[in-house]
């Protein structure tokens, strides 16, 4: 906790952030998340970032709508990691 009350961002709100997201959430915003939870997975600085990395299951993320696509027809689309994309 900060001197405000207010919880510092860490890697688990990020990651909960990440599966909260849907095909309707902006793209920008989506962006911005993963970049931070690419930038926490990195950084030795996470609080208790060797344990809590064990205990992320990425199979989930796959799952969640956070995976940025553009399509040949040039049309942009959040989409879980299950989805087939054309070849």
Known sequence: MGVLGVKTLNLQIVYDKLLRETPDTPMEYVKNTVM???SLLES???DNSPDLKRQLDL???LK???FLVR???GDKALVSGEVSLPS
Do not use: G, I, V
């Open 64 to 66: 969640a709508a956070a």
């Open 71 to 73: 399509y040949p027809n």
């Open 36 to 38: 931070t939870f690419n």
């Open 44 to 46: 030795d600085a996470t």
């Open 59 to 61: 199979a989930l993320l």
